[in-house]
């Protein structure tokens, strides 16, 4: 049977990679989640896979997710909530409406999706061992909810994304702990500075002494793969980003400083 994954954010960028890095392995069937529908079409002309044109945003949109799944493949081992948005402001100038906006795509949209898989994934993980068709890629049945690493630490002008990553994340920890018994494992991936179409990182990759702390989209791909069909319950991207995150609960004052004297947001996927 084939192993099937679903990428929200599919069209460009992070969602693209992830996309292609599974379209890599045997038994794989893809479906492809995001607005930009002309996108998905080539994408999907070029690696296979499903295309599912659809605004996450819309209260209505997981339902016919879940309907087009159960439809096409009736099994769901990989779902990645990867598509999300960031607006950089203060909060004095962006106010709660920044804030919900935020929340609407990075937090929200996700756990309607999820809600709305669920009883496919959890029926999946009860059926025959995921990848039992020779793939490579086999269980657990996971999602894999790629937040940023923003979600440890917050950033300036980039308070409202760090809202709904943090909670994004934290709302990741406790449905693991729900799930595992029904065998869905769930994972958080956290990028950092990532080289995109919208975000070049020009700035930090001119300079030697900032180069190192910028990675590629191919490198949180094989994130997405050690954190879901691998198992792992957090991936930092780099990996080494996992310090700061530590620093921050023993060291919150040099963490404060140190972001103090930076101008520089971290750059995200956008889908």
């Known amino acids: 049977m084939p192993y ?25 069937h893809l479906l492809l989640v995001a607005r930009r529908e002309e996108r998905l079409r080539a994408l999907a002309a070029d690696i296979g896979g499903t295309v599912i044109a659809a605004g996450l945003a819309d209260p209505a949109t997981p339902a016919r997710i879940a309907e087009i799944v159960e439809r096409e493949r009736g099994a769901l081992n990989l779902l990645v909530n990867n598509a999300g948005a960031r607006w950089a402001t203060d909060f004095a100038d962006g106010g709660w409406e920044n ?27 009860a059926g025959p061992l995921a990848g039992s068709g020779g793939t490579s ?9 790629v937040t940023s690493t923003s979600a440890r630490i917050a950033r300036l002008g980039t308070g409202a994304y760090s809202a709904a990553k943090a909670a994004l994340a ?46 590629d989209v191919e490198q949180v791909a094989e994130a997405v793969l050690r954190a879901g069909p691998g198992g792992v319950p957090e991936v930092y991207v780099p990996r080494y980003y996992w310090l700061g995150a530590l620093l921050r609960v023993i060291a919150p004052r040099l963490i404060r400083r140190g972001a103090a004297s930076s101008v520089v947001t971290p750059d995200t996927n956008s889908s």
Do not use: C, K
Not at 102 to 109: G, S, T, V, W
Not at 117 to 122: D, G, K, N, S, V
């Open 170 to 215: 934290a709302w990741s920890d406790s449905l693991y702990l729900e799930e595992r018994r029904h065998g869905v494992h769930v994972a958080n991936v956290l990028p950092g500075f990532i080289v995109t179409e919208g975000f070049p990182q020009a700035e930090l990759r001119a300079s030697r002494r900032t180069r190192w702390a910028v990675s």
């Open 99 to 125: 804030v919900e906006r935020h929340m609407r795509i990075n937090f929200e949209a996700p756990v309607r999706l999820v809600e709305a898989l669920l009883p496919i994934m959890r029926r999946t993980a």
């Open 4 to 28: 099937v994954a679903l990428i929200t954010g599919a069209s460009s960028g992070i969602g693209e990679a992830v996309a292609r890095r599974l379209a890599r392995e045997p038994d794989v």
């Open 137 to 145: 890629v086999t269980a657990p049945v996971a999602i894999v909810n």
